[in-house]
């Protein structure tokens, strides 16, 4: 289904905490509030919501806080996160199922089981990972519509 935006596509913008964990997953479910009043398919609105969920989790726990730039575009929804953390040394790596560099502490919280990227990249038409050792990542997620 296409939608009909007009060459305004709709944005929102989120600060997201790399201390906070009880605001960790606002961003998401806000724009997923946002997603179902623009009449979204719910199967869209559920890839979006768990994909930006698992983003929003990496920026807090190992991302040290970020930003995200989220937009529904005519044919598909882009969101971008940009953290301040240590860049991923092996994306290779990353990206197998199980594998994290969570602290314990993270995972007692219950984070850091490993699945964020792979379930990034499960529930989204593309993914790219942009990332320097030592001077962050940014990771762009599109879902078409």
Do not use: W
Not at 31 to 57: C, N, Q, S, W
Not at 80 to 89: K, L, R, S, W
Not at 105 to 110: P, S
């Amino acid at each position: 289904m296409k939608r009909d935006l007009g060459e305004e596509a709709v944005r929102k913008h989120y600060n997201i905490s790399g201390t906070d964990f009880s605001v960790a997953g606002e961003a998401s479910s806000d724009f997923k509030t946002l997603l179902k009043k623009l009449g979204i398919k719910p199967d869209i609105v559920r890839k979006v919501a768990i994909a930006m969920y698992e983003a929003e989790i990496n920026t807090v726990v190992h991302g040290r806080g970020g930003e995200c730039d989220a937009e529904v575009l005519d044919n598909c929804v882009k969101i971008v996160f940009t953290d301040h953390g240590p860049g991923i040394a092996n994306v290779e790596l990353a990206m197998q199922e199980g594998y994290s560099t969570a602290s314990e502490t993270i995972r007692e919280l219950g984070f850091g089981a490993g699945m964020g990227l792979p379930n990034i990249k499960k529930y989204t038409d593309s993914m790219k990972i942009d990332t320097e050792v030592g001077k962050g990542t940014t990771v762009t997620l599109t879902v078409n519509l």
